[in-house]
């Protein structure tokens, strides 16, 4: 239901799911993928009040069980609900957080995608800019890494469009030209130092 956008019906299969495995005793962990679920399902209907909660027992669970891959998944729907309430600065620190565990994980993939993520919230704070520049070295290490270009949800592409095609329309012809120019060629672990060190700083 969900992947051919059947959001009624898919959100009572998730809801389903999560209250079935709980009536019959299974373990917890067996639940994540509906939780999941439910958190990306209300974030693409921008119904955001419960998420805030469902994303935090999400890493909570898989902080209990050590699963650093279901972490992520909480940081990542943490990230998305700020965002999606317009707490830009929040947002930002979120997806470098969440940008942080993926690194330190492993999870090259993920990488790009909390990167993308910072860089809407950075176009919402008016950074714009940056904004470009650092969706710029998200792509461009999407390439190098041989991932699907369009292989989105429909969800996060409209949220890219809105926030990044804003920033784009607010740069010159010029601007946008060096900002998309120095993303393409910056070495991405070095532009995640830079980025991470931000996070660092605002920690301190």
């Given at each position: 239901h969900h992947s051919a956008g059947e959001s009624p019906p898919a959100l009572r299969a998730f809801e389903q799911s999560l209250a079935l495995r709980k009536q019959a005793g299974a373990p917890e962990l067996e639940g994540f993928?509906?939780?999941a679920g439910l958190c990306e399902l209300l974030i693409a209907?921008?119904?955001i009040e419960r998420v805030?909660?469902?994303?935090r027992e999400l890493y909570e669970l898989g902080s209990r069980y050590g699963n650093r891959w279901i972490q992520g998944y909480g940081l990542h729907y943490l990230a998305d609900r700020a965002l999606l309430a317009g707490d830009y600065a929040e947002g930002e620190r979120?997806?470098?957080r969440a940008l942080a565990h993926a690194r330190n994980s492993g999870f090259v993939a993920e990488c790009p995608t909390e990167l993308a993520g910072a860089a809407m919230s950075a176009a919402g704070l008016g950074d714009h800019a940056r904004a470009?520049?650092?969706v710029a070295a998200a792509n461009a290490r999407r390439a190098a890494l041989g991932l699907n270009p369009g292989g989105f949800p429909d969800w996060w592409i409209k949220l890219q469009e809105r926030h990044i095609g804003g920033a784009?329309?607010?740069l010159t012809p010029e601007q946008l030209e060096a900002a998309e120019r120095a993303g393409r060629?910056?070495?991405f672990e070095a532009l995640l130092d830079e980025v991470l060190a931000a996070e660092a700083e605002a920690d301190a």
């Open positions: 993928a509906a939780l209907l921008g119904e805030e909660s469902m994303a979120r997806y470098r470009v520049r650092l784009r329309d607010q060629e910056a070495d």
